[in-house]
């Protein structure tokens, strides 16, 4: 199975380069699709896609739809279609394929015991949680065999806003370590992908500076979740290519640099679990043919995740209906 990660970064422009949403997915030749910074709700021009499942969170902040947003793709064929579907990392959104945040039925049952593991271990508000997730920046996808987290991860973009925006993404990653580890001692198999807005090590960097290692707090954490004494993370991309240098996902369009590839490398596939034995290959490539300009992110990853049974379309559809991100059922494998 391949899993593949794009920042798109605006889905609606890249989709018209491609003439429409299916052929965008035919061209990316992969069983499950992870979009990032989509930029756009959920309406059925994007998201009904023949022989695809698709699932989406956006952003609901009031700066609008427009900021964020991530998107998985399942194609149905080969994909394994999830049985359940998780909007945001905090469990203050959505549990199990249906929207949650701001039911009448939510409010009257309290907090879910994933939110209150949360506030307890960080001791942190729950307003706090739930303010993570208003971004739209995380799809937790539940496939059978493995669990598949769709991240878009916070950027640190105003100067006047460097403390608040780092600590709020200091925040989302420390949600996103504990999670990984209460599914690890669960047994679980994890893959975590996307736009982590974080370059790892200075071989990951055109131009690191000397300081590199010790300059930001994002930077040391993805370090000591990747360390070898850690809670068993690995870099897809640096398990099959250790060594590999220019290997960039994000260039700086103002000044056109990607031309001479002057960039960095931020966009990552981290697995966990079983997964990392049944990797076949991980890489950065070029986007697939098609019409050029797709856009600032437009290298993307690919796993080869371990394959599933196909089980009946009935089983795999169950509970379903309600999911505001699921747009079509037809028949799945899994």
């Given at each position: 199975?391949?899993v593949?990660?794009?920042?798109?970064?605006?889905?609606r422009?890249?989709?018209?380069?491609f003439?429409?949403?299916?052929?965008l997915?035919?061209?990316?030749?992969?069983?499950?699709?992870?979009l990032?910074?989509t930029?756009?709700?959920?309406?059925s021009?994007?998201?009904?896609v023949?022989?695809?499942?698709?699932?989406?969170?956006?952003?609901?902040?009031?700066s609008?739809?427009?900021?964020?947003?991530?998107?998985?793709?399942?194609r149905t064929?080969?994909?394994?279609?999830?049985?359940?579907?998780?909007?945001g990392?905090?469990?203050?959104?959505?549990?199990?394929?249906?929207?949650?945040?701001s039911?009448?039925?939510?409010a009257?049952?309290?907090?879910?015991?994933?939110?209150?593991m949360?506030?307890?271990?960080?001791?942190?508000?729950?307003?706090?949680?739930?303010?993570?997730?208003?971004e739209g920046?995380?799809l937790?996808?539940?496939?059978g065999?493995?669990?598949?987290?769709?991240l878009?991860?916070?950027?640190?973009?105003?100067?006047?806003?460097?403390?608040?925006r780092?600590?709020?993404?200091?925040?989302?990653?420390?949600?996103?370590?504990?999670?990984?580890?209460q599914?690890?001692?669960?047994?679980?198999?994890?893959?975590?992908?996307?736009?982590l807005?974080?370059?790892?090590?200075?071989?990951?960097?055109?131009?690191?500076?000397?300081?590199?290692?010790?300059?930001?707090?994002?930077?040391?954490?993805?370090?000591?979740?990747?360390?070898?004494?850690?809670?068993g993370?690995?870099?897809?991309?640096?398990?099959?290519?250790?060594?590999?240098?220019?290997?960039?996902?994000?260039?700086n369009?103002?000044?056109g640099?990607?031309?001479?590839?002057?960039?960095?490398?931020?966009?990552?596939?981290?697995?966990?679990?079983?997964?990392?034995?049944?990797?076949?290959?991980?890489?950065?490539?070029?986007?697939?043919?098609?019409?050029p300009?797709?856009g600032?992110?437009?290298?993307?990853q690919?796993?080869?995740?371990?394959k599933?049974?196909?089980?009946?379309?009935?089983?795999?559809?169950?509970?379903?209906?309600?999911a505001?991100y699921?747009?079509?059922?037809?028949?799945?494998?899994?």
């Amino acid at each position: 199975m391949r899993v593949l990660t794009w920042n798109v970064n605006g889905i609606r422009s890249v989709v018209a380069k491609f003439g429409n949403m299916k052929a965008l997915l035919e061209a990316l030749s992969a069983d499950i699709v992870c979009l990032q910074e989509t930029k756009a709700q959920l309406d059925s021009e994007l998201a009904v896609v023949q022989g695809w499942e698709s699932f989406y969170a956006y952003s609901t902040c009031a700066s609008g739809s427009g900021y964020a947003g991530v998107a998985t793709y399942c194609r149905t064929a080969t994909a394994s279609v999830p049985v359940a579907v998780e909007h945001g990392l905090t469990g203050t959104g959505t549990t199990a394929g249906a929207r949650l945040d701001s039911s009448a039925a939510a409010a009257a049952a309290g907090p879910s015991p994933v939110s209150v593991m949360l506030c307890e271990a960080l001791g942190v508000e729950l307003e706090q949680l739930a303010a993570l997730d208003r971004e739209g920046r995380a799809l937790i996808t539940d496939h059978g065999p493995f669990l598949l987290v769709n991240l878009y991860g916070p950027a640190i973009t105003s100067e006047e806003r460097v403390e608040e925006r780092m600590a709020f993404k200091m925040l989302f990653y420390k949600v996103l370590e504990l999670r990984l580890q209460q599914w690890l001692a669960a047994g679980r198999a994890c893959l975590v992908v996307g736009d982590l807005n974080i370059s790892p090590a200075p071989i990951d960097s055109c131009h690191p500076p000397a300081d590199f290692d010790a300059q930001r707090s994002d930077r040391l954490w993805l370090q000591q979740l990747l360390a070898p004494h850690g809670p068993g993370v690995v870099d897809a991309f640096r398990l099959h290519h250790p060594s590999r240098r220019n290997a960039f996902t994000c260039w700086n369009t103002v000044t056109g640099a990607r031309v001479n590839n002057y960039g960095t490398r931020i966009d990552h596939i981290l697995a966990a679990g079983r997964i990392p034995a049944g990797l076949s290959a991980a890489a950065t490539s070029a986007a697939p043919k098609g019409p050029p300009g797709v856009g600032r992110c437009s290298f993307f990853q690919w796993a080869t995740a371990p394959k599933v049974k196909a089980k009946p379309a009935a089983q795999a559809g169950a509970g379903r209906q309600a999911a505001r991100y699921c747009c079509k059922t037809c028949q799945m494998e899994q």
